[in-house]
């Protein structure tokens, strides 16, 4: 079973940067591709950013040129750098590891805690 950690949440300025990190353990590890996940106060979800163990990577459009995604294999652990932020960007920030079940269907096996962003302007 695979279990994630973050951290790197905090208050920051507009326009300022902040790096988030999830960490990750489990024997099935290498399986998962990784998702960041946030939820801004009073809204619902949103998809941020993925990544899989071979390096792919997907961005939603709100966050594109702005957040970069990355990973160190040697700590078991994936990033999302977010620079220039914007208020919008406040919310709890959450790392999810997934395994696509279909073309359309991808399954959570792991949840973290998650961590707030505060973005003050």
């Known amino acids: 079973q695979v279990q994630v950690v973050e951290s790197g949440g905090g208050l920051v300025q507009a326009g300022g940067s902040l790096r988030l990190s999830c960490a990750a353990s489990?024997?099935?590890?290498?399986?998962?591709?990784m998702d960041w996940f946030r939820q801004p106060p009073g809204k619902e979800r949103e998809f941020v950013a993925s990544?899989?163990?071979?390096?792919?990577?997907n961005y939603a459009d709100a966050v594109k040129g702005r957040f970069t995604i990355s990973r160190d294999n040697a700590k078991n652990t994936v990033y999302l750098q977010m620079n220039s932020l914007k208020p919008e960007d406040t919310a709890v920030y959450t790392c999810?590891?997934?395994?696509?079940?279909?073309?359309?269907?991808?399954?959570?096996?792991?949840w973290g805690q998650g961590t707030q962003v505060t973005v003050s302007s």
């Open positions: 990544i899989t163990w071979g390096g792919g990577k």
């Open positions: 489990g024997r099935t590890l290498s399986t998962y591709r």
């Open positions: 999810a590891a997934a395994k696509s079940v279909s073309s359309t269907v991808t399954r959570y096996d792991a």
